[in-house]
């Protein structure tokens, strides 16, 4: 564990539910609201909801297992979690790995956060606002990026207990409450059948290879398993608390609030906009919905209140991104963390202008190329998503399996899994066992092999 001069400045949850309404937060973002109903839509409805489950629970959990043992076992940020248990500086370059994704991903993520402020006012005031003109405005963009990004600052100062756990019980909980009314608002629309059934009715035949990977790849960046989140996380849990209870707990709020969010998208769309195609992308949510929102009676109020859901999920995951890199400068360095809290959040504050500005057809970061691997990524928006959001965060998950379950004793982080948690065994322990060791690798592996083009196509 950390020594105990760093602890007070490292802090720890104060409950089980603290843990479990933080790591929540950090699981549900805009991954679950903005990019889970777009991907379904393009990806089939029904059919890709079906696998994503399937993903989730037998991939994302055992996996999230994984992390929050390896944390809590090490009492470490990622780096130091795999140096305490044993492992070397090239399995430590993980930990490394962790940083870097938490880091790139609060700078570009917090871009998207900016856009949800805006529509919260633009709502309220019923202003039509022109999505594409919008995100090509850095003089709106840029400040209401900054604005996110130092309310997240400001709440990763006060600490575990005082800042993260405090603010992850207020919002979560108001979270839930306006995904659930207007997922019944949306469903209780005249026209929304056809919706609900577009969505919750699979067509099996649309299953194939590529919904597969991307419902995995869904899964992955829902649950934040890869960023070291739940690792830093669980270094924070006391020895007494339940792991696979409050990982279950985590994973079922993460599925509900996904799940609730195409109920708030589908049935809505049809009834409303029932020419337009489901498949719009990832404008679906900035582009599609305010006009949805206009239809219904009363809508600048649910329009504000879904754009307020927005920026609370968004924060709750950023809140976690920013604790990772951090808690590393309060392990290793012996920094307080008021000067940790202030580098990395301005640092990421001047990182996230290439984002803001990737927008604007013409610029410089808009006309950035890569080729990563035979993909052709474009835009400085574009080549961090998809290196940290998705490449690097998938290829973590698979060196901490390898990890935990090849290089180190997995009999010993099974263990760990069973403080707290005595029904911990028998074939329960033996299960988890086999899909770390077995699973996990084998799958993660075939993603891995389809994203940089082995299986004849790319998935993002």
Known sequence: ??????????????SSLGFIMAAAGSAIGLGNIWRFPYLTGENGGGAFVFVYILCVLLIGLPLLFNEIALG??????????????????????????????????????????????AYIFTELVNIQVDFQEFIKTPLYVIPLTFLFMLATILIVLGGVSGGIEKASKVLMPLLFIIVIFIAAR???LEGAQAGIEYYLSPDFSKINSRVVMIAMGQAFFSLGVGWGLMITFGSYLDKKSNIIQAASWIVGMDTMVALLAGLMVF???FALLPGKDPASGPALVFDV???VFDAM???????????????????????????????YLIDEKKWNRKRATWTVGIAAMILSVPSALSSIEG??????RLN???????????????????????????VLALYTGWAQRISVFAEELTHGAPNFKGMYRVGWVFFIKWVCPIVISLIILDLVGVFGGSTV
């Open 289 to 291: 919905l305010p006009r």
């Open 72 to 117: 809590r076992k090490s009492g470490k940020n990622p780096i130091g979690a795999i140096r305490d248990t044993g492992g070397s500086k090239l399995w430590q370059i993980a930990g490394f790995m962790c940083l870097a994704v938490c880091f790139f991903v609060f700078s570009y993520y917090s871009v998207i956060a900016g856009w949800t402020i």
């Open 363 to 368: 610029n410089f970061f808009a006309d950035m």
């Open 186 to 188: 949306s469903v209780t």
């Open 372 to 398: 990563f691997l035979g993909h052709e990524l474009i835009g400085f928006f574009g080549i961090m998503d998809f290196t940290f959001g998705t490449f690097s965060g998938i290829v973590i998950c698979l």
């Open 297 to 327: 009676p009363g809508g600048n109020f649910i329009g504000a209140l879904f754009f307020i859901l927005l920026m609370v999920a968004a924060l709750t995951s950023t809140i976690s991104m920013l604790e990772v890199p951090v808690s």
């Open 1 to 14: 564990m950390a020594d105990s001069s760093n602890t007070e400045e490292r802090g720890q949850f104060g």
């Open 267 to 269: 049935p809505s769309l």
